[in-house]
């Protein structure tokens, strides 16, 4: 009982997220925002060579902008496979995604309305949104999977001492029940030689 409640004692210490916990949670943020600063970056590159050139030369230098990205996101899809890696794969598919919209940055930004256009240029803006979002998510996952586990040994812990009650019960029932045919065999015992000396003395008696 008093071991149980250390236990648990020791678990509610715990609930605070340990050093390695933590170092996990920071890595997963770290890979999500290395991928949101490469996203931003290829963004706000867009952005300032359609300012600084003209159509042409603008569409040209989009084609080795896609072929940069499509690198990048290969190379990640290759990673999350070789990890099988869910965290990596979802990462993947944010670049694929701004890969397939680099094809069609050149007709937004040349051939249609300055309002599309700007809907396109603010990108960066909302993904900074997006993405601090996803850290919050990714860190209240991890936390939520750490104190879950605790919950978890916790349900042991009682099971357990559930368990030792019962086998407590049983020891004292087993141990109630030895004694009680202890009492009964030497009463049956007492019994044999009494009625074993009464059959000896009516012998004898007969004889005399």
Same mark, same amino acid.
């Given at each position: 009982?008093? %071991? ?9 210490k ?13 890595t997963?943020?770290?890979?999500n ?60 598919i ?74 407590e ?13 202890e ?5 049956i ?11 000896? %003395? ?7």
């Amino acid at each position: 009982m008093e %071991k149980a409640k250390l236990m648990q004692l020791e678990i509610e210490k715990k609930r605070r997220l340990p050093k390695r916990v933590k170092d996990s949670i920071n890595t997963n943020i770290f890979e999500n925002l290395l991928a949101a600063v490469i996203i931003m970056a290829y963004l706000c590159a867009i952005n300032i060579t359609y300012y600084n050139v003209n159509d042409s030369t603008f569409e040209e230098c989009m084609k080795y902008f896609a072929l940069g990205i499509i690198v990048v996101t290969v190379i990640s899809f290759e990673i999350s496979y070789r990890k099988n890696s869910v965290k990596f794969a979802f990462i993947s598919i944010e670049l694929l995604l701004c890969a397939i919209l680099s094809l069609y940055i050149p007709y937004i930004y040349i051939h249609t309305t300055d309002y599309l256009r700007y809907s396109i240029m603010i990108l960066p803006a909302i993904l900074i949104v997006y993405y601090a979002i996803k850290s919050l998510i990714i860190f209240k996952q991890e936390q939520f999977q750490y104190r879950n586990n605790l919950s978890d040994v916790k349900e042991i812990v009682k099971d357990s001492e559930n368990t030792s009650y019962i086998d407590e019960d049983s020891r004292k029932i087993y141990k109630e029940k030895t004694v009680q045919e202890e009492v009964i065999r030497k009463e049956i015992i007492k019994n044999q030689d009494l009625r074993k000396k009464n059959r000896l %003395k009516r012998k004898q008696g007969k004889e005399v």
